[in-house]
């Protein structure tokens, strides 16, 4: 178990860094010129500016001066754009995503995983049917639909809900039911092949030949292995959800990090780019851990096998 | 991944099991059914409609009629020739990028798979590194700095052949996208691809082409990834969806495919802001995706259960 950990941290580095290596290029490739909203200044000004950015140094100091400056100081670089420190933009902004990304994570575990396990239990039912139906209905609609046909439908009709906004304990439902939509289909599939898999399996009858009430096959006998599947997309899922709160953040007005994203890239504003980038890596990292942690918590046989395949 | 016995040796029984296996599948078959007929809608039937990008402002909001169908937009522009000129966008997307992937995807998986030992090792490893980076945020980078040099080829372009410039800037919009999602959209694929290439490998033609002394890139070129290559593009139609959804993200966010091109992404964008009132703005494009992008998941999973392709690891 160690050992496992060892060495998923490090690959976990290994990717973060070349995120970093491949943002990094990335970022330099794209012409144009990060102050470009000043435009009437000198080139005296521009020079003196972009020095106290350290965009006048050769590129393969400016792409270990980054890296070194977060080991050690901590310092994610200066935004461009908005003259603010990135790490403060990356604080002020994060909460608002987590919350509603938490959110979204907990819609999605709590209507996917339930209509996954009725749709495996009623197998080849008029219910099993119709669940995986709207299930793969949640996965082919996108967000942008669902979003704002949410906000004329549901918030304009409901007194209490606000069609967009931020702040007040309510503001979340609409936001997180929407971003949490798709996973939840996922997890409904997911669940549902997982939990079929094992009922299939020869232990599973001898339980049911030993009597047991068909409620106890599935509560103590199939959903720690039939919910392996479920878990080890949770990772995947909270990069999802990351990913699609994009979107959403833009159309629930939701002052995330999503926004900030959009605009780094639209305004070449690099580091803006590369710490919001790392940020993100670092979150789909350690969620992608966990998850691995957490099935091999649940699944004895996957602890003991090294790395992949 | 050494089971799967003698499927691909069987060449035409493999197929027709396959095709009856496909057909008793209703699902798969009514996907398939209205893909066709969303494609002939969109490239077909398209020609005959009106010009999408024909404005007339005294015309706005126009509801349905037999001159146009679905109304028109905040510009007067007719909206059935805008969804159908949008899908041929998303539609094209969804089938470049897969393309481009599958083709990067095969020669890596086939040389990862073929090589095995260390070689292999390290290029998934790769791989594993690469799917762990988040793909969104890679595919805005890459995008972003894709059209900036697509920007400078159209100027080029223009300067130099006489291309109509109107009409080179909106290829060079859209073809950014093409590449944005392709370069990045092959990992899954090439593990497929590998676990494919290792139980083929080990077969009597591949030892018999051994023993006749060819070489390695011979053997792994005309015998190992023709025979792997049905699995594979079937399996790649279940990645086409997924591209048609990340084209319409990133036109939502502004990032994609630009007005006064259309695409399914800039006409959901285009039809939130009227929402209040002119909701089929919204829900019509919106419609159309959501049907194409649930016909192309059932006749994915179809096609995939017919031919039982197995992924390495999902």
């Given at each position: 178990?160690?050992?496992?950990?060892?060495?998923?941290?490090?690959?976990?580095?290994?990717?973060?860094?070349?995120?970093?290596?491949?943002?990094?290029?990335?970022?330099?490739?794209?012409?144009?010129?990060?102050?470009?909203?000043?435009?009437?200044?000198?080139?005296?000004?521009?020079?003196?500016?972009?020095?106290?950015?350290?965009?006048?140094?050769?590129?393969?100091?400016?792409?270990?001066?980054?890296?070194?400056?977060?080991?050690?100081?901590?310092?994610?670089?200066?935004?461009?754009?908005?003259?603010?420190?990135v790490i403060d933009i990356i604080t002020q902004s994060f909460p608002?995503?987590?919350?509603?990304?938490?959110?979204?994570?907990?819609?999605?575990?709590?209507?996917?995983?339930?209509?996954?396990?009725?749709?495996?239990?009623?197998?080849?039912?008029?219910?099993?049917?119709?669940?995986?139906?709207?299930?793969?209905?949640?996965?082919?609609?996108?967000?942008?639909?669902?979003?704002?046909?949410?906000?004329?439908?549901?918030?304009?009709?409901?007194?209490?809900?606000?069609?967009?906004?931020?702040?007040?304990?309510?503001?979340?439902?609409?936001?997180?039911?929407?971003?949490?939509?798709?996973?939840?289909?996922?997890?409904?599939?997911?669940?549902?092949?997982g939990i079929l898999e094992i009922l299939s399996q020869d232990f599973?009858?001898?339980?049911?030949?030993?009597?047991?009430?068909?409620?106890?096959?599935?509560l103590r006998h199939t959903l720690r292995g039939g919910l392996l599947?479920?878990?080890?997309?949770?990772?995947?899922?909270?990069?999802?959800?990351?990913?699609?709160?994009?979107?959403?953040?833009?159309?629930?007005?939701?002052?995330?990090?999503?926004?900030?994203?959009?605009?780094?890239?639209?305004?070449?504003?690099?580091?803006?780019?590369?710490?919001?980038?790392?940020?993100?890596?670092?979150?789909?990292?350690?969620?992608?851990?966990?998850?691995?942690?957490?099935?091999?918590?649940?699944?004895?046989?996957?602890?003991?096998?090294?790395?992949?395949? | 991944?050494?089971?799967?016995?003698?499927?691909?040796?069987?060449?035409?029984?493999?197929?027709?099991?396959?095709?009856?296996?496909?057909?008793?599948?209703?699902?798969?078959?009514?996907?398939?059914?209205?893909?066709?007929?969303?494609?002939?809608?969109?490239?077909?039937?398209?020609?005959?409609?009106?010009?999408?990008?024909?404005?007339?402002?005294?015309?706005?909001?126009?509801?349905?009629?037999?001159?146009?169908?679905?109304?028109?937009?905040?510009?007067?522009?007719?909206?059935?020739?805008?969804?159908?000129?949008?899908?041929?966008?998303?539609?094209?997307?969804?089938?470049?990028?897969?393309?481009?992937?599958?083709?990067?995807?095969?020669?890596?998986?086939?040389?990862?798979?073929?090589?095995?030992?260390?070689?292999?090792?390290?290029?998934?490893?790769?791989?594993?590194?690469?799917?762990?980076?988040?793909?969104?945020?890679?595919?805005?980078?890459?995008?972003?700095?894709?059209?900036?040099?697509?920007?400078?080829?159209?100027?080029?372009?223009?300067?130099?052949?006489?291309?109509?410039?109107?009409?080179?800037?909106?290829?060079?919009?859209?073809?950014?996208?093409?590449?944005?999602?392709?370069?990045?959209?092959?990992?899954?694929?090439?593990?497929?691809?590998?676990?494919?290439?290792?139980?083929?490998?080990?077969?009597?033609?591949?030892?018999?082409?051994?023993?006749?002394?060819?070489?390695?890139?011979?053997?792994?070129?005309?015998?190992?990834?023709?025979?792997?290559?049905?699995?594979?593009?079937?399996?790649?139609?279940?990645?086409?969806?997924?591209?048609?959804?990340?084209?319409?993200?990133?036109?939502?966010?502004?990032?994609?495919?630009?007005?006064?091109?259309?695409?399914?992404?800039?006409?959901?964008?285009?039809?939130?802001?009227?929402?209040?009132?002119?909701?089929?703005?919204?829900?019509?494009?919106?419609?159309?995706?959501?049907?194409?992008?649930?016909?192309?998941?059932?006749?994915?999973?179809?096609?995939?259960?017919?031919?039982?392709?197995?992924?390495?690891?999902?």
């Amino acid at each position: 178990m160690p050992r496992f950990l060892i060495e998923r941290l490090l690959q976990g580095v290994l990717v973060l860094f070349a995120l970093y290596t491949i943002t990094f290029f990335l970022s330099k490739a794209m012409p144009g010129e990060p102050f470009t909203s000043e435009k009437n200044i000198s080139a005296e000004t521009k020079a003196n500016i972009r020095k106290l950015y350290g965009l006048d140094k050769p590129i393969w100091e400016q792409y270990l001066a980054y890296p070194k400056n977060i080991i050690t100081k901590g310092s994610f670089g200066i935004s461009t754009s908005k003259g603010r420190p990135v790490i403060d933009i990356i604080t002020q902004s994060f909460p608002n995503s987590l919350i509603l990304g938490l959110c979204a994570l907990g819609f999605a575990i709590g209507i996917g995983v339930p209509i996954g396990i009725l749709s495996a239990v009623r197998k080849n039912s008029w219910i099993d049917w119709a669940c995986m139906t709207v299930a793969m209905v949640g996965i082919c609609i996108p967000s942008f639909t669902i979003g704002p046909l949410l906000q004329i439908y549901v918030a304009a009709h409901i007194p209490g809900l606000k069609v967009a906004g931020w702040g007040n304990l309510e503001d979340i439902l609409l936001p997180s039911i929407t971003l949490g939509l798709v996973s939840a289909a996922y997890l409904a599939r997911l669940t549902r092949g997982g939990i079929l898999e094992i009922l299939s399996q020869d232990f599973v009858r001898t339980a049911r030949a030993k009597g047991v009430s068909p409620i106890q096959v599935i509560l103590r006998h199939t959903l720690r292995g039939g919910l392996l599947p479920a878990i080890a997309y949770l990772g995947p899922a909270f990069a999802a959800l990351i990913s699609g709160s994009f979107i959403v953040e833009t159309i629930f007005q939701v002052p995330g990090m999503g926004q900030h994203f959009v605009n780094a890239a639209t305004t070449r504003d690099e580091f803006l780019l590369l710490g919001l980038s790392l940020f993100f890596g670092f979150l789909i990292v350690v969620m992608n851990l966990l998850a691995d942690l957490l099935t091999g918590l649940l699944d004895p046989r996957v602890r003991h096998t090294e790395g992949i395949d | 991944m050494t089971e799967q016995p003698s499927t691909v040796s069987q060449g035409s029984s493999l197929w027709k099991d396959a095709r009856s296996r496909m057909a008793k599948n209703k699902f798969a078959m009514g996907g398939l059914w209205v893909i066709v007929a969303m494609f002939s809608l969109c490239f077909i039937c398209a020609w005959f409609c009106t010009d999408p990008n024909q404005v007339n402002l005294t015309n706005k909001f126009a509801p349905s009629s037999i001159e146009h169908w679905f109304g028109t937009d905040a510009l007067g522009r007719d909206l059935f020739a805008r969804i159908l000129y949008g899908g041929q966008v998303s539609i094209l997307v969804g089938l470049i990028a897969t393309s481009v992937s599958v083709a990067i995807g095969i020669v890596y998986g086939a040389i990862s798979g073929f090589a095995g030992g260390r070689t292999d090792a390290i290029m998934m490893r790769i791989v594993d590194t690469l799917l762990a980076i988040p793909f969104l945020v890679l595919v805005i980078v890459l995008q972003a700095t894709l059209s900036d040099w697509s920007g400078d080829a159209t100027r080029w372009i223009v300067e130099n052949f006489n291309w109509d410039k109107e009409f080179t800037g909106r290829l060079t919009n859209v073809v950014p996208l093409f590449f944005a999602l392709g370069l990045l959209g092959w990992l899954t694929l090439s593990r497929i691809v590998r676990a494919q290439v290792m139980s083929i490998k080990e077969r009597e033609f591949v030892e018999a082409a051994v023993a006749l002394g060819y070489s390695k890139g011979r053997i792994l070129f005309r015998h190992i990834i023709p025979n792997i290559l049905g699995p594979t593009v079937v399996y790649s139609t279940l990645t086409v969806p997924g591209f048609i959804m990340y084209e319409a993200i990133l036109s939502f966010l502004g990032l994609g495919v630009e007005s006064p091109n259309s695409s399914w992404g800039v006409l959901i964008k285009e039809g939130a802001n009227f929402l209040e009132t002119e909701v089929q703005l919204l829900l019509l494009p919106g419609l159309f995706f959501s049907l194409t992008l649930f016909s192309l998941n059932f006749l994915g999973d179809g096609l995939r259960d017919a031919l039982d392709v197995k992924a390495a690891k999902d």
